[in-house]
């Protein structure tokens, strides 16, 4: 699932008048393909949405705005781009989230502060995530800044940089172009920024200027050449030196892929490497399908104390491991409760390397280190012919008799039949995290969760933007009645868009996560008519099918439906699951992520 940003090593110009780029890297001079300067072609609104374009952002989410009105309208009139209404600016940025991981890169517009303050929370997991998603925000007239005018949709201050200053922390770059002369400057710094980074950015563009032809924009844009990142090769070769030596002489080592493979573009290094090496493959909870788990070496998740079944043991047991690109924070490492040693890790960052106690290497990139050490390592399969060894398949969850109530193993059981090449699996967090993990992924079948900023609803608006992005392929969103009531309404563009997802709500009568953690009445909700909420949403417009069901017979018929008689519908299953029926693994997590929570303060 190593995703390529729009496409960049064949983006092609928009106009065939536009001059290529050499291969040196240099843009050449355009030729004959001027745009006279008076055209509605030329403005600023027109710049930004060619760009988005060529960039493979062809999809922007957005929520409309007295600011950002005159921009939506050039957005509109751009071919090849299609502006999506969201119900909130929240949902807008989780879909633009959703859309980046499918395409590379994602676009949100919003208005301002009332706008972006309400898509904040959305930026800063894509941040988190390292995703780039371009923030677009429609600012204050041009004029008003530097006055001492205080406008609606703020906090009645004369200042207007609150917005910008709580964007600076959650972007990689920001851009307030509030003047013509160097819109276009700037525009594409922020663009390019994001590409390079693999971060959101804003930018905030004046109300009064989108529609204002300037020369420099009486161009097609310029495709973006950007300068490729690249390997100190003496460092490169030292960090490939001590780490072939480091495991070469261990007797079991393996190999954990993390979820930072994606922003160093890395998995198909990883593979070739996990092929040369011939050691056991394990991917982070939140590295899960960037892997493809049909390897014949993969063991599954590693996840310390709720791995897949015989993993952690070779892995902890290994007297060397590699992780690439991994997050050691403390819902991955389980209340810090994993059994690792420094002294036997080597840790690949995306530009760096770090080996056991000893040294580091900067300037390296993970995806160069990886191709390079497969070239110096021995074949060494000991630690999954041990897997091997000790592996005993998994059981099944036992049958549910008629009318018994339906158990959620049973229902994941299902869940499994049903993925294929042609589906995508977005997991909500909560429960659905540790049922989605034991899922077996078939090869090219997408997997997406939030694990990093963990935030409840995420899953509504992503799994708009991952299925907007990818329509190919038919998404199946697991979602808990908790956070599926934060984020409801975008149903709404689902359906307005014509998509066809299967949504799974789990109705287990509250915050299941949290109520392994910390129990308290705060972690009991009201319970909604699910169905009948989207049935209201749905209002005979578009393709929607509901169903609610308690029992396995009436899982398999609605199953069979949605993949059959309903496959072109919007398809919405309420699971009615008792209260207390979780995963072991949630069981255990949450006991340990308790314990370390509730950590007294060190001694002063």
Same mark, same amino acid.
């Given at each position: 699932?190593?995703?390529?940003?729009?496409?960049?090593?064949?983006?092609?110009?928009?106009?065939?008048?536009?001059?290529?780029?050499?291969?040196?890297?240099?843009?050449?001079?355009?030729?004959?393909?001027?745009?006279?300067?008076?055209?509605?072609?030329?403005?600023?609104?027109?710049?930004?949405?060619?760009?988005?374009?060529?960039?493979?952002?062809?999809?922007?989410?957005?929520?409309?705005?007295?600011?950002?009105?005159?921009?939506?309208?050039?957005?509109?009139?751009?071919?090849?781009?299609?502006?999506?209404?969201?119900?909130?600016?929240?949902?807008?940025?989780?879909?633009?989230?959703?859309?980046?991981?499918?395409?590379?890169?994602?676009?949100?517009?919003?208005?301002?502060?009332?706008?972006?303050?309400?898509?904040?929370?959305?930026?800063?997991?894509?941040?988190?995530?390292?995703?780039?998603?371009?923030?677009?925000?429609?600012?204050?007239?041009?004029?008003?800044?530097?006055?001492?005018?205080?406008?609606?949709?703020?906090?009645?201050?004369?200042?207007?940089?609150?917005?910008?200053?709580?964007?600076?922390?959650?972007?990689?770059?920001?851009?307030?172009?509030?003047?013509?002369?160097?819109?276009?400057?700037?525009?594409?710094?922020?663009?390019?920024?994001?590409?390079?980074?693999?971060?959101?950015?804003?930018?905030?563009?004046?109300?009064?200027?989108?529609?204002?032809?300037?020369?420099?924009?009486?161009?097609?844009?310029?495709?973006?050449?950007?300068?490729?990142?690249?390997?100190?090769?003496?460092?490169?070769?030292?960090?490939?030196?001590?780490?072939?030596?480091?495991?070469?002489?261990?007797?079991?080592?393996?190999?954990?892929?993390?979820?930072?493979?994606?922003?160093?573009?890395?998995?198909?290094?990883?593979?070739?490497?996990?092929?040369?090496?011939?050691?056991?493959?394990?991917?982070?909870?939140?590295?899960?399908?960037?892997?493809?788990?049909?390897?014949?070496?993969?063991?599954?998740?590693?996840?310390?104390?709720?791995?897949?079944?015989?993993?952690?043991?070779?892995?902890?047991?290994?007297?060397?491991?590699?992780?690439?690109?991994?997050?050691?924070?403390? @819902?991955? &490492?389980? $209340?810090? /409760?994993?059994?690792?040693?420094?002294?036997? +890790?080597?840790? !690949?960052?995306?530009? *760096? #390397?770090?080996?056991?106690?000893?040294?580091?290497?900067?300037?390296?990139?993970?995806?160069?280190?990886?191709?390079?050490?497969?070239?110096?390592?021995?074949?060494?399969?000991?630690?999954?012919?041990?897997?091997?060894?000790?592996?005993?398949?998994?059981?099944?969850?036992?049958?549910?008799?008629?009318?018994?109530?339906?158990?959620?193993?049973?229902?994941?059981?299902?869940?499994?039949?049903?993925?294929?090449?042609?589906?995508?699996?977005?997991?909500?967090?909560?429960?659905?995290?540790?049922?989605?993990?034991?899922?077996?992924?078939?090869?090219?079948?997408?997997?997406?969760?939030?694990?990093? @900023?963990? &935030?409840? $609803?995420? /899953?509504?608006?992503?799994?708009?933007?991952? +299925?907007?992005? !990818?329509?190919?392929? *038919? #998404?199946?969103?697991?979602?808990?009645?908790?956070?599926?009531?934060?984020?409801?309404?975008?149903?709404?563009?689902?359906?307005?868009?014509?998509?066809?997802?299967?949504?799974?709500?789990?109705?287990?009568?509250?915050?299941?996560?949290?109520?392994?953690?910390?129990?308290?009445?705060?972690?009991?909700?009201?319970?909604?008519?699910?169905?009948?909420?989207?049935?209201?949403?749905?209002?005979?417009?578009?393709?929607?099918?509901?169903?609610?069901?308690?029992?396995?017979?009436?899982?398999?018929?609605?199953?069979?439906?949605?993949?059959?008689?309903?496959?072109?519908?919007?398809?919405?299953?309420?699971?009615?699951?008792?209260?207390?029926?979780?995963?072991?693994?949630?069981?255990?997590?949450?006991?340990?992520?308790?314990?370390?929570?509730?950590?007294?303060?060190?001694?002063?």
């Amino acid at each position: 699932m190593d995703t390529k940003i729009g496409a960049l090593d064949t983006c092609m110009p928009m106009c065939s008048d536009v001059g290529s780029i050499p291969t040196n890297g240099v843009v050449s001079t355009i030729q004959n393909s001027a745009i006279p300067c008076n055209s509605v072609e030329s403005t600023l609104g027109r710049h930004l949405a060619r760009r988005l374009v060529q960039i493979g952002a062809t999809d922007v989410f957005s929520v409309p705005g007295d600011f950002n009105l005159t921009l939506l309208d050039h957005l509109i009139a751009e071919p090849g781009l299609n502006l999506i209404g969201c119900c909130n600016e929240l949902n807008a940025g989780y879909a633009a989230d959703g859309y980046a991981r499918a395409r590379g890169v994602g676009a949100c517009a919003v208005t301002f502060t009332v706008g972006g303050l309400s898509v904040l929370n959305a930026i800063a997991g894509a941040y988190s995530e390292n995703l780039p998603v371009i923030c677009i925000v429609g600012g204050p007239n041009s004029n008003d800044y530097g006055t001492n005018r205080i406008l609606h949709h703020t906090i009645g201050l004369a200042d207007f940089s609150q917005e910008l200053r709580c964007f600076q922390t959650v972007t990689c770059y920001q851009a307030v172009v509030n003047n013509l002369e160097d819109a276009h400057e700037q525009i594409d710094m922020a663009i390019s920024t994001a590409l390079k980074e693999s971060k959101p950015v804003y930018i905030s563009i004046s109300c009064n200027l989108p529609a204002i032809p300037h020369p420099t924009f009486s161009h097609e844009p310029v495709p973006f050449s950007l300068s490729p990142k690249l390997s100190n090769p003496m460092g490169l070769e030292a960090a490939v030196e001590a780490a072939a030596e480091f495991l070469n002489k261990a007797v079991k080592p393996v190999m954990v892929g993390g979820p930072k493979l994606r922003v160093a573009k890395a998995s198909e290094a990883f593979l070739e490497l996990a092929d040369a090496s011939g050691y056991a493959l394990a991917v982070m909870p939140s590295a899960k399908g960037l892997v493809p788990e049909h390897h014949s070496h993969f063991i599954g998740t590693y996840w310390g104390a709720v791995s897949t079944a015989f993993c952690a043991e070779i892995v902890e047991s290994a007297d060397a491991y590699l992780f690439a690109g991994p997050i050691f924070n403390d @819902y991955s &490492s389980v $209340g810090y /409760s994993l059994l690792l040693k420094k002294e036997k +890790a080597i840790i !690949v960052h995306p530009d *760096r #390397v770090v080996i056991g106690n000893g040294p580091a290497f900067g300037c390296v990139l993970m995806k160069d280190f990886l191709k390079a050490l497969a070239k110096r390592l021995k074949h060494n399969p000991t630690a999954y012919e041990n897997y091997h060894r000790i592996y005993v398949p998994e059981g099944h969850p036992l049958k549910c008799e008629p009318k018994e109530a339906l158990r959620v193993n049973v229902l994941f059981e299902h869940i499994q039949n049903m993925l294929s090449s042609d589906t995508a699996v977005i997991a909500e967090t909560g429960d659905s995290w540790f049922n989605c993990q034991k899922l077996k992924l078939p090869e090219g079948c997408g997997y997406e969760f939030q694990m990093q @900023y963990g &935030s409840i $609803g995420w /899953s509504v608006g992503a799994t708009l933007g991952y +299925a907007q992005a !990818v329509p190919d392929k *038919r #998404v199946i969103a697991c979602i808990g009645d908790g956070s599926f009531q934060v984020t409801a309404q975008d149903v709404s563009t689902m359906l307005r868009c014509g998509q066809r997802t299967i949504i799974f709500l789990i109705n287990n009568a509250g915050y299941t996560i949290e109520v392994e953690i910390h129990d308290g009445p705060y972690n009991v909700i009201k319970n909604w008519n699910y169905t009948g909420l989207v049935d209201a949403i749905h209002n005979g417009e578009g393709n929607c099918w509901t169903t609610k069901v308690r029992y396995e017979e009436e899982l398999i018929e609605a199953i069979k439906t949605a993949t059959n008689a309903k496959k072109d519908c919007l398809c919405f299953i309420e699971v009615i699951a008792h209260k207390d029926d979780t995963s072991k693994e949630l069981l255990e997590w949450g006991s340990r992520v308790s314990a370390a929570n509730s950590r007294p303060p060190n001694p002063q």
